[in-house]
């Protein structure tokens, strides 16, 4: 019997149990973003409260926590270190990245698949698990504790990341008006500057924002190699959260606030100018 007949013991089709399949994968689905989402709103509403004990709202509001926190935290010096790293991190990544990219999309050479293989470790690999053996090795070379330890540890997972990124957008681009460029008289540089570079804009772009956020909410590495004067926003928030003594929740709040409207933002940006779908790169024979 086909699968929109009922069976011989008189089950239920075929798509009535897809169908409950889809409310049931939705329904949950919705439960998780409206449980972050409540979480999110709790942070920030607690934020701006200046009092909130049993009760379902504040008793008033307030952005008072939100100079506090700039003031306690030296937030400021923060975000200008965070700056650093962040611009760093995707310039470098940004120029080794591409053409690398480059050269496993277009050429095919013995170990190619090793080479993919070694790229996507970083990015799939728990962070931790390299984490401490990169810290040591960049305390040992004197990089450790310093904001170019920092940059250095970032670049890690973030040059295979736009590795993988670009990949797919290089495999796009027709080889013929690489040909034909260097039928004109062409050199390597002027096809990569002059050809590619504006095909592959909106891939670089979207490459560049990704590695950005990934930057600002890099956690392990920043932590494992950060010291006092080099300390991005995530880092400064675990550090304000577990460190001794006492503060207002509302202060840290305000911090927590600020870390993830500005990784939000950064992320719809970065969600505009590439399609997930392209992340996925096609890997050749």
């Not at 305390?139 to 973030?158: F, K």
């Not at 890099?218 to 006092?228: C, K, N, R, S």
Request: net charge positive.
């Amino acid at each position: 019997m086909s699968a929109v007949t009922l069976t011989r013991g008189g089950e239920f089709r075929a798509p009535f149990w897809n169908r409950v399949w889809t409310v049931l994968l939705w329904s949950l689905v919705w439960l998780f973003i409206l449980n972050v989402a409540a979480v999110a709103a709790s942070v920030a509403v607690d934020s701006l409260g200046t009092r909130w004990f049993g009760t379902w709202l504040p008793e008033g509001f307030t952005t008072k926590w939100y100079f506090s926190a700039w003031d306690e935290f030296q937030l400021g010096d923060v975000l200008i270190v965070t700056a650093k790293v962040v611009a760093s991190v995707v310039f470098v990544s940004v120029v080794l990245g591409v053409p690398a990219a480059y050269a496993l999309a277009r050429r095919d050479f013995a170990g190619k698949r090793t080479i993919l293989l070694l790229l996507v470790l970083p990015v799939l690999v728990p962070t931790i698990t390299y984490g401490v053996p990169l810290a040591t090795l960049l305390y040992r070379v004197n990089l450790g504790g310093t904001i170019w330890g920092v940059i250095c540890a970032n670049l890690v997972p973030t040059v295979p990341f736009v590795v993988l990124v670009m990949t797919p957008f290089i495999e796009q681009i027709d080889q013929r008006l690489e040909s034909a460029a260097r039928v004109c008289g062409a050199g390597t540089w002027a096809v990569f500057r002059h050809v590619l570079v504006p095909l592959l804009a909106p891939g670089i772009m979207a490459a560049s924002l990704l590695v950005l956020v990934r930057s600002i909410g890099m956690f392990e590495l920043t932590f494992l190699t950060a010291g006092p004067d080099s300390q991005t926003l995530v880092v400064s928030l675990y550090a304000a959260a577990f460190s001794a003594g006492i503060r207002a929740n509302q202060s840290l709040d305000a911090l927590a606030v600020v870390y993830m409207v500005s990784s939000l933002f950064w992320l719809i940006i970065a969600l505009r100018f590439v399609n997930p779908v392209q992340l996925v790169a096609r890997v050749k024979d």
